[in-house]
T-cell receptor, first 114, second 113 residues
Framework: AQSVTQPDIHITVSEGASLELRCNYS??????LFWYVQSPGQGLQLLLK??????LVQGIKGFEAEFKRSQSSFNLRKPSVHWSDAAEYFC????????????FGQGTELSVKP | EPEVTQTPSHQVTQMGQEVILRCVPI?????FYWYRQILGQKVEFLVS????????KSEIFDDQFSVERPDGSNFTLKIRSTKLEDSAMYFC???????????FGQGTRLTVV
């Protein structure tokens, strides 16, 4: 069965420090992969997506993610975190290579300390 | 920038009452979805809708739930007789086609008392 695991429930980083949020997936074929962010009281905003091609994808707000097939991972990175990045981050895989039928991970809550 | 809008942002209803959650998808999108997120749990797929019919539904989407696109712009989720365990954040999403990314609304927080 398809699944998505985000091993870290909560991460705290200092402002200006680098960030990596982990995501592992289980899927038989090349998956569609997504990272969404949810700020308090807000909806789910798409940060970036991977469908095919270059395994390093750039997203909005300075985020990037790298698809590693050998590790079944799609980790999200940012070189320098800003206080406004504090939010909950969700990794998702598109079932049946569809962009709207998603399986989400549990989410990682990011706190940023000054 | 086009966006998916959901109303209301928060709905409180008594157990056993019917509730309708409303969504206006992005205007040129053809695929529509509902998801829910119970507090502290994962975001879960409920149903997908295309060409005026349900294309897939999860096991959560039982006979108490229905979806409708009553006109060219709205997409609604109806829960006929709400239960306490229906309390959750409900997200609507839309996509241009089945292979493109979905855009989510702000969500409706449903509280059943």
């Amino acid at each position: 069965a398809q699944s998505v695991t985000q091993p870290d429930i909560h991460i705290t980083v200092s402002e200006g420090a680098s960030l990596e949020l982990r995501c592992n997936y289980s899927y038989g074929a090349t998956p569609y992969l997504f990272w969404y962010v949810q700020s308090p009281g807000q909806g789910l905003q798409l940060l970036l997506k991977y469908f095919s091609g270059d395994t390093l994808v750039q997203g909005i707000k300075g985020f990037e993610a790298e698809f590693k097939r050998s590790q079944s991972s799609f980790n999200l990175r940012k070189p320098s975190v800003h206080w406004s990045d504090a939010a909950e981050y969700f990794c998702a895989v598109g079932r049946d290579n569809q962009g709207g039928k998603l399986i989400f991970g549990q989410g990682t809550e990011l706190s940023v300390k000054p | 920038e086009p966006e998916v809008t959901q109303t209301p942002s928060h709905q409180v209803t008594q157990m056993g009452q019917e509730v309708i959650l409303r969504c206006v998808p992005i205007s040129n999108h053809l695929y529509f979805y509902w998801y829910r997120q119970i507090l502290g749990q994962k975001v879960e797929f409920l149903v997908s809708f295309y060409n005026n019919e349900i294309s897939e539904k999860s096991e959560i989407f039982d006979d108490q739930f229905s979806v409708e696109r009553p006109d060219g712009s709205n997409f609604t989720l109806k829960i006929r007789s709400t239960k306490l365990e229906d309390s959750a954040m409900y997200f609507c999403a839309s996509a241009f086609d089945s292979s493109t990314e979905a855009f989510f609304g702000q969500g409706t927080r449903l509280t059943v008392v």
